[in-house]
């Protein structure tokens, strides 16, 4: 069912927060390049727009003023730039300006077609004097060329002839936004983006900036084509510059105005004004329709390769459907650029990148498309050098400590309980290469990037942690629950660590074995001593055990805390960090997000099922969900509980976060993680998949809302569609070799189809 | 000897960090009003000088900028303000200014008279062209009129006849001292002090300036006296006003500039105009002599209550003479203000008040000056609403918590783990108002100021604490220890805070019996109830202990961490907050300053001798005494322990820190706690006194290095000298009635004189 790829809007609503709302929910991104999907025209005055157009991975360096500067605290940080407004579009008819907020709208609607890659405004509208006009706006980052954007505007004179004015504009002096209220966006305005004289080059205006701070140059061209014969002025002011489009329709007749962008940056070219300028001449030179195409086959490929769809909830569907194409419209597609907290679609978290890649974004990837995958983990290897030089300042004589926010590798967190300390990331990123690899076995990419990653943090643990007791601890970290910092053996990160330490051991093995080591070891300095000291440390990891309740307790000392009081807070005081001070948060129990659970999910063979219960049952008794990246890990987990009906509360919170913008908070941008983990709430919830070392286990259940639902696995190039039911499940395979699964528990071989009973609980 | 009573420096040095440290050392203040010893007549251009003029309790508020801002984050703070240039005197003889970097200094010398209360800096200068100018400045901070400054200014002509001119100036527009690369002064230039223009009242000028934010007003007066007639002009600029007096003398003859100086703000006075002009107008209407005599009745008074005198080391004996100064020249004179870390010698810290104030610096007061000790118990009594605010937004919702920093009573920490987190500060200031109280058993101060500090103090620790396993715990706090945040169960909070508890019950009943109860329950809504369960709370705190080392852990974790590795830390990483991360120090076992060992003075009863001793050598090995209030307090239990080699060595560490400027930040201001810490050191230290139940306990032993020392006791009014000498000690009653006293363990009344000698160990 197509409509399944439509997610659409109808009626006019001209609340400010609406319209906000909208500009993220109807973004259009490519992973390289993204627009907010402000209106053309723009809003009357005293409406707030967050009117921004990214780069994945462009930045300029901000001031960030401490407090109290101790030794190592970063005081710079990098942000993602609004780079350029080339949005503008002025419609005139007769003497009145089109202006939805003026005269009556008579028909609206917004769609996102996820098929074809465009987001469309729609719009019937009566001037004041009463020329009905209808709008048809299509929008496209193209993913067949990164830097390319194209609108296609094309305008209707329903009931009148007369004069139409377009006027088309190109404007380099951006700003980002701005609340000095709000924490969790820039405080004060600041002019980063320095353009110079925008530049006319045969019809196409050219504009180039440089940053502030940190020397980076950004170049955009727009080339306007209008269907039509119409008299064209031109006006180039100092950092804008403008073609104005005259002509007469006839009653019912329209015209279309193409405008053509493309944005480079020196990050990726050397000469970005001549990218520009070639990929406005190279996409301009055939017809519009040819990269819609491109773009429609793209896509095609893309939801053979990863669609889910839902029986007997359409709504959910396509709410499913929809964070899956944000997650492609966030990747970014070279090494140089991963996947912002928010993608490209707004700038909350100023454009960072998190331990979200890695846990909650990258499996999707990895499983899927493989190649993605490899740009978002070198992408961490290219900034290895900047994570060596963090654990230096943080105290370490060896290995590498992430950034627990960044963009180009350095750290960008300004307070360390809850940033710099959460050495987790570490891990996070050791088992996103542990993942890849265990999908596709490629040594190579092992020896070149994979295994240096892994030593590098493996040796973090050494230094961080200490052997006391016969037991390696790792005291004074924060783990992924931000309402708990600062601790000792937080089990998460223990159990991480391990991991990350089992498989450094491993990976030695696996490039010595193949003869692939030396080169590395020799770079590094690594010896089989040394490593050795990592298989010892991992198997005396201290791993945090409550004998009274059976549990993992979150850390050494979570267990003695006084539970917080839940029946005496407000529901209007979450989240609770916008409430109460992070001293008072600390001292409690209670957790932002999953910590313990979600190591029950990432290493569920640490624990057994009945420990792994009682902790889901202890832990969710004191969480509150405040992080979006919590319910998902929830629902996995109730789903592996066989839990299925709270597996699918959660789920349904998940799924719906930013459609619903249920944590208020959409406007800044998507929460790209929450989206990997509706994915992975299907998948490894429901569907039950996990990856071992004999393979791919499925384990598939059906929530009673559903008749039946179905997704893809790939598996070492053969790709399987999993359809579930209320009776099991069927595999067929859709491409590719035959393959050795495990489901519900058994050994099969998948050659061409089979259907597999849901053994009784 | 009277010149244990004069400290000096000779011999001219023109190097700006020797300049600096002496605007320090040879400060004029009298708690009320302090000036930094600055050249009248300036430096040379690109010459640093921190010219500051400050009021005890008079500041401004200052955004303070969060890198990232969670709830109840301060972003704003007060600071002390360089109020107004009264010192400016410009010295011509005929065409020549002058100025020690020219010409040639003949003679040179600083002086702190510290029986006379005064500061004076003689030289004798040749001009470039040949003459030769003998110039003696005598500054005074009066303590019999606490607005008053006086700069006694004479000129001697010694190898010429000719014209002199005396510009004396009066300046307005004065900022506070900023150096953008020390973390520990302002970082910004700021203009806080907002001069109107200046006024000329009978020959008086007077500047009225305003705070840019607190909104607080400052009036100056000033009036320039010359022994000899002269032409008199005047000059008024925007913020200054001028008076030249030009002469002619003959050589060999001298001219005197008295120059007659009152600040006063809106803090205490409602028209401090008014009352700056009527504190000149009648402090110039007698002789200089007049205050100077007044001056050294107040000095001679203060003497004889507290001197210590150690012989056979004269330069220690004028350190620890020099430290009891600084102590009186801080200590703030009304309930307005309190002890500033850095006194008013300098910017250091702000001006802010810490426990430094009740640990350090009360004992000294509350021996030997109760009325002064009574005003800074009553500064935090005045402040309990701020700290009942603070509580709260920390999440409390019972009790108050006193700001780890202020000025006026709200928190000014920017950095909450070793700042506002040092929850102790609440039983510091209730272990003050238990020690007045033993000293003086005044119920009446208990009953209207005391009580109610103990009772809210108590309440926060109900809150903040919280009963598990049948032990009252506290969790994550910090102690005084800067090193190691945020933890569970500090040793010296929890023995604190139990004290604490345990006197609000005391407190409770002793009120009760008085018949003095029943206005305070009232007014704060306490019931016996509510004191039983502080009771409860005090009979069932954890008190840490490890059984393995026999030792009081610093709290939960602190034995489980790895010892920091002092072998590879190299000398000039020291302090360690300057050169490491605070996650890495917070890791390890190292302590900044002591903690444990601070509780095993001040809390000495608690633990067996034997623990403490072993206490004392586990974490003597691992604190650096990067605080400046450490040595101190290893010096005093090192003594209380017989380790009295040790506790010497300490000890004078400690009493010539700023002497020798060891921490080599002096040039910001004295080290008021580590003064307060050199009498300790003697006191509690050496002379081993203690306040017990039952009276003054002594047990005086005798450094190696001295042949005897002898210092002051205060015991209800009645005034006992100590010497002590290698065989024991004299007590001599030098006023008031006869007095019960344990020495040595024994029993003795004291009614004349009595001779005790020391038993062996």
Redesign the interface.
């Known amino acids: 069912m197509d409509d399944l790829f439509v997610f659409s809007k109808n009626g006019w609503n001209p609340d400010n927060r609406e319209l906000m709302l909208d500009e993220t929910l109807f973004h259009s991104a490519n992973g390289s390049l993204g627009v907010r999907s402000a209106f053309e025209e723009g809003y009357p005055a005293g409406y707030v727009s967050i009117r921004g157009q990214y780069l994945n991975g462009f930045y300029d360096y901000v001031s960030?003023?401490?407090?109290?500067?101790?030794?190592?605290?970063?005081?710079e940080k990098q942000t993602m730039l609004n780079v350029v407004d080339t949005q503008g579009i002025v419609l005139k008819v007769g003497d009145e300006v089109f202006n939805l907020f003026e005269g009556k709208v008579l028909e609206y609607s917004r769609t996102l077609d996820m098929r074809a890659g465009r987001s469309e405004r729609r719009s019937l509208w009566r001037s004041p004097k009463g020329r009905t006009v209808e709008l048809a706006v299509r929008r496209m980052a193209s993913f067949a060329l990164l830097p390319l954007f194209t609108i296609e505007y094309t305008v209707r004179t329903v009931d009148f002839s007369g004069e139409v004015t377009l006027e088309s504009g190109h404007r380099g002096a951006v700003g980002n936004f701005s609340d000095p209220n709000d924490?969790r966006v820039a405080a004060e305005a600041f002019q980063h983006i320095l353009p110079q004289a925008p530049e006319w080059v045969d019809g196409t205006s050219v504009v180039v900036s440089a940053t502030s701070r940190s020397k980076l140059t950004v170049a955009s061209a727009v080339r306007n084509q209008l269907s039509r014969p119409a008299k064209v002025s031109v006006s180039t002011g100092a950092d804008a510059a403008f073609q104005t489009f005259t002509l007469t329709l006839n009653q019912g007749e329209s015209v279309t105005l193409t405008k053509w962008t493309a944005v480079c940056d020196s990050v990726r070219a050397v000469n970005c004004r001549g990218q520009a300028l070639a990929s406005v001449s190279e996409a301009s030179s055939v017809p519009l329709e040819h990269w819609y195409r491109k773009q429609r086959e793209y896509l095609d490929d893309y939801w053979a390769q990863c669609s889910v769809h839902v029986e007997g909830d359409p709504d959910l569907s396509r709410a499913v459907t929809y964070n899956l194409y944000q997650l492609l419209q966030s990747v970014g597609k070279d090494p140089h650029a991963n996947i912002a907290a928010k993608g490209l679609s707004g700038e909350g978290y100023e454009g960072h990148y998190f331990w979200d890649t890695e846990i909650y974004l990258l499996p999707f990837f990895s499983l899927n498309f493989p190649a993605l995958a490899r740009n978002l983990i070198e992408f961490r290897h290219t900034t290895l050098d900047a994570a060596r030089e963090n654990a230096r300042?943080?105290?370490?004589k060896k290995g590498a400590l992430f950034p627990w926010r960044t963009i180009m590798g350095k750290e960008c967190?300004?307070?360390?309980?809850s940033?710099?300390?959460q050495y987790h990331i570490d891990a996070d990123i050791a088992y996103s290469v542990i993942q890849y690899h265990q999908l596709t076995g490629d040594l190579d990419f092992l020896a070149r990037v994979g295994a240096e990653i892994l030593f590098e943090t493996a040796r973090l643990w050494m230094d961080?942690g200490?052997e006391?007791g016969g037991k390696f601890?790792i005291?004074?970290v924060t783990g992924p629950d931000e309402y708990t910092?600062?601790v000792?053996n937080n089990y998460y990160t223990n159990v991480m660590a391990r991991h990350n330490l089992r498989w450094a051991v491993r990976a030695w093995k696996l490039l010595e074995d193949a003869g692939k080591l030396a080169p590395l070891a020799a770079k590094l300095a690594l010896t089989a001593v040394e490593v050795e000291g990592f298989a010892r440390a991992a198997e005396t990891m201290l791993v945090p055990y409550d004998d009274e309740r059976g549990i993992n307790p979150q850390d050494?000392?979570f267990l003695?805390?006084?539970l917080w009081d839940f029946a005496g807070t407000p529901k209007d005081h979450y989240p609770l960090?916008?409430?109460?001070?992070?001293?008072?948060?600390?001292?409690h129990q209670v957790c932002k997000q999953a910590d313990t659970v979600l190591a029950h999910f990432l290493l569920e063979d640490d624990q057994d099922e009945a420990t792994v219960a009682r902790s889901f049952e202890y832990y969710e008794a004191v969480t509150t969900h405040d992080s979006s990246l919590s319910t998902c890990i929830f629902s996995i987990v109730a789903s592996k509980l066989g839990q299925t009906d709270k597996a699918y509360k959660y789920f349904e919170e998940t799924s719906k976060l930013d459609l619903l913008n249920t944590h208020g908070n959409t406007k800044d941008g998507i929460h790209a993680a929450n989206m990997g983990g509706t994915y992975m709430g299907i998948v490894f919830g429901f569907g039950g998949l996990r990856l071992k070392d004999d393979g791919l286990h499925l384990n598939p259940a059906l929530p009673a809302a559903w008749s039946s639902y179905d997704f893809k696995v790939h598996d070492r190039g053969s790709r399987i569609k999993v359809t579930v039911d209320g009776e099991g499940c069927r595999l067929t395979l859709e491409h590719g070799p035959a393959r050795t699964l495990t489901v519900y528990g058994k050994q099969v071989v998948l050659e061409g189809a089979l259907t597999l009973a849901r053994p009784k609980r």
Chains 1, 2 share one sequence.
């Not at 960030?64 to 005081?75: I, N, S, T, Y």
């Not at 967190?413 to 309980?417: A, E, K, L, R, T």
């Not at 960090?577 to 600390?586: A, K």
């Open positions: 960030m003023p401490q407090a109290e500067k101790l030794f190592g605290f970063v005081d924490p300042i943080l105290g370490h967190s300004g307070y360390f309980p940033g710099t300390a961080v200490h006391s601890r005291h004074g910092c600062l000792n050494d000392s003695d805390k006084p960090l916008l409430h109460y001070h992070p001293l008072h948060l600390y001292r």
